[in-house]
């Protein structure tokens, strides 16, 4: 295998409790080059990547520390864009190496315990964005070698495992290892800006908690819709499908923040004990009621922004008889009495008509109407959070229209982040990062939550496994299957863009 540089050495910082090494698992992989390298750029940008350190990509691939380079460096370049600076850039490539490494093989450890000895006394990060498969054999030579220390940071990526079994014997394998205290589970959409201005809203203004429940809400709808289809990951979404790949973490995760209760403090275990009571608040979804309160769909050929693409069993990987859903809703409801009888209606889906993850707060109507028109011209109030693209948050409310009649129309107060505030917010690994480096574990799942959050999944996962009818097609450019309008109709709603 190719031997790590000499150069990249451990030296001293100013500040030696932020002093860290972090080994990329599956450094040459799209998630690495797309998310994790540029977050690392600008941590250095920002000075809060302690001199000294150093970051080491791992991957079967035999590749050359040059070519690495030049590969960390493209990709940076791509993702980063025009506010890219050279010097920096160049920092960080001082301080990446690269080691080839199989991780079932136990003597391909020996280069990285020998890289690693000259930094024992700093903060060691192990960030495992592999196959979850994997986890399992990286963790026992972690622990054979002794590269785990009481420094020792473990990071790891979804999807942690695909059923409530699979994820307990994951965390199993990690906590053989490590403290709960030293496990970094990652939710990347819990570090995207808007979501820490969503626990602003609720818990540092009083102007929302009073009508933060029952009674003046009437119902949530959360979307995450991409445009993209499965691109080059049709091998592992063919196994893994919407439902898990998003509606276990990324959706239940936005809606615990919504619905839960204030914390005591700010502390990462008062905020995840919050959590966590939502998650096991939620109402089960059984075989009975999977088909009037869940709708699956796989996307068929259709149009693009104009442009033809590809159905999904014609994507490289996926079988030609596979049944893999694309598009999911469901609704949730949350049994505690700030919540009762109130819906929450989850929706995910790829080769949507736009690329959008957005909130929306439906408050209830006005009891009585005295204005000109009537209610057909007075929508409810709406909350709308939008994560991705252009942060913003916006409260939709009615205002009188010019002229001499008394007609209301909505308008929108708006909060943009970007126009707002002149401090560059952070993207959603760049926070993460410095989180695991900080070690504040607030923004990351704690195992009882990635159980909790299996038991709900699980029961529908059964219940479509039974289900004969099967996944729904929908042509790609859609908004999903008519099952998913007739889903939230059946309730007298109708989708936000619909």
């Given amino acids: ?22 080994v990329i698992f599956g450094g040459t992989g799209d998630l690495a080059m797309r998310k994790i390298f540029p977050a690392f750029y600008r941590l250095v940008a920002d000075g809060k990547l302690a001199p000294g350190s150093r970051i080491l990509g791992i991957a079967r691939s035999a590749v050359e520390r040059a070519a690495f380079h030049h590969s960390v460096r493209t990709a940076c370049e791509q993702h980063i864009g025009s506010e890219i600076q050279a010097e920096t850039l160049q920092k960080l490539l001082d301080v990446i190496d690269y080691q080839t490494l199989d991780a079932n093989h136990g003597d391909d450890y020996q280069a990285l315990a020998d890289w690693l000895t000259s930094g024992a006394d700093r903060i060691r990060i192990f960030f495992l964005s592999t196959a979850p498969a994997l986890f399992d ?68 203004n009083t102007l929302f908690e009073p009508l933060w429940r029952r009674g003046t809400i009437s119902h ?13 990951r049709g091998e592992f979404y063919d ?6 790949d998003m509606v276990q973490n990324h959706l239940l995760q936005l809606l615990c923040i919504l619905a839960m209760e204030p914390p005591a403090s700010s502390s990462a275990d008062a905020v995840r004990d919050e959590k966590l009571k939502v998650l096991r608040a939620l109402r089960p979804i059984g075989e009975a009621e999977a088909l009037l309160k869940t709708a699956r769909g796989q996307y068929r050929q259709g149009s693009i922004d104009g442009k033809t693409v590809q159905g999904y069993l014609e994507e490289t990987g996926v079988a030609n008889n596979s049944t893999t859903e694309t598009f999911v809703a469901v ?16 929706r995910t889906g790829k080769r949507m008509p736009t690329t959008v993850a957005e909130i929306v707060v439906h408050f209830e109507p006005l009891p009585l109407s005295i204005f000109e028109g009537g209610f057909n011209s007075q929508a409810p109030n709406r909350l709308i959070i939008r994560l991705q693209p252009d942060e913003s948050i916006t409260l939709r409310v009615l205002a009188k229209k010019p ?41 990351f799942m704690r195992r009882d939550e990635v159980d909790a959050a299996w038991s709900w999944i699980d029961p529908i996962r059964q219940a479509w496994d039974l289900d004969e009818d099967g996944t729904k097609g929908y042509p790609a450019g859609t908004h999903g299957p008519a099952s998913a309008s007739a889903l939230i109709a059946r309730d007298g709603y109708t989708w936000h863009d619909e």
């Fill in 220 to 232: 949530v709808q959360i979307t995450v819709a991409e445009q993209l289809g499965v691109e080059q």
């Fill in 403 to 443: 002229g001499a009649s008394m007609r209301l129309k909505p308008v929108d107060l708006s909060l943009n982040l970007a126009e707002s505030f002149t401090a560059r917010p952070l993207e959603a690994y760049e926070r993460l990062l410095r989180d695991v480096i900080d070690g504040n574990l607030t923004l």
């Fill in 1 to 22: 295998m190719p031997k790590l540089d000499p150069n990249v050495r451990a030296k001293k910082s100013a500040d030696p409790a932020q002093l860290l090494d972090c």
């Fill in 137 to 204: 054999a990286i963790c026992a030579q972690l622990s054979s070698h002794g590269l785990v220390s009481p420094k020792t940071r473990i990071m790891l990526e979804k999807p942690l495992g695909e059923d409530r079994a699979s994820a307990a014997r994951i965390n199993d394998t990690v906590a053989r290892i490590a403290a709960e205290h030293q496990i970094y589970r990652i939710d990347h959409y819990l570090g995207k800006e808007t979501v820490q201005n969503l626990l602003a809203l609720r818990f540092g």
């Fill in 239 to 244: 196994r893994t499908g919407a439902l898990r």
């Fill in 331 to 346: 609704k949730a409801e949350i049994d505690t009495w700030r919540w009762a009888g109130v819906p929450f209606y989850l």
